[in-house]
Nanobody, 123 residues
């Protein structure tokens, strides 16, 4: 199983980025993709997640309507559209796959992890 996260970069505060997570090698239709982030000196935290069916989506409270998680089953890709970015959103963002068919913020429930993509928001 491989997860390839991409789309990070440098953006000014108030700007937008769209992260992508390409999933390959997982044969079941029942899984969940979660987005997590880790800022320097801080613990990893849950950002958002979506079930493979797209029927379940969950966001961390700090998202406050700024991010949208969506999926494209045809390409096995999950997206995280991030708008109104703030300097405190600066972190390495990673996607992970859970075999549970519900969105959980518990990182230990995610079995497979991608390598992460760096997001830097300047003030």
């Amino acid at each position: 199983v491989q997860l390839q996260a991409s789309g990070g970069g440098l953006v000014q505060a108030g700007g937008s980025l769209r992260l992508s997570c390409a999933v390959s090698g997982f044969t079941s239709d029942y899984y969940t993709i979660g987005w997590f982030r880790q800022a320097p000196g801080k613990e990893r935290e849950f950002v958002a997640g979506i079930t493979a069916s797209g029927g379940g989506v969950k966001y961390a409270d700090f998202v406050s309507g700024r991010f949208t998680c969506s999926g494209d089953k045809a390409s096995n890709t999950v997206y995280l559209q991030m708008n109104s970015l703030k300097p405190e959103d600066t972190a390495v963002y990673s996607c992970a796959l859970s075999v549970y068919h519900f969105v959980t913020s518990d990182s230990y429930r995610y079995r497979y992890w991608g390598q992460g993509t760096k997001v830097t928001v300047s003030s």
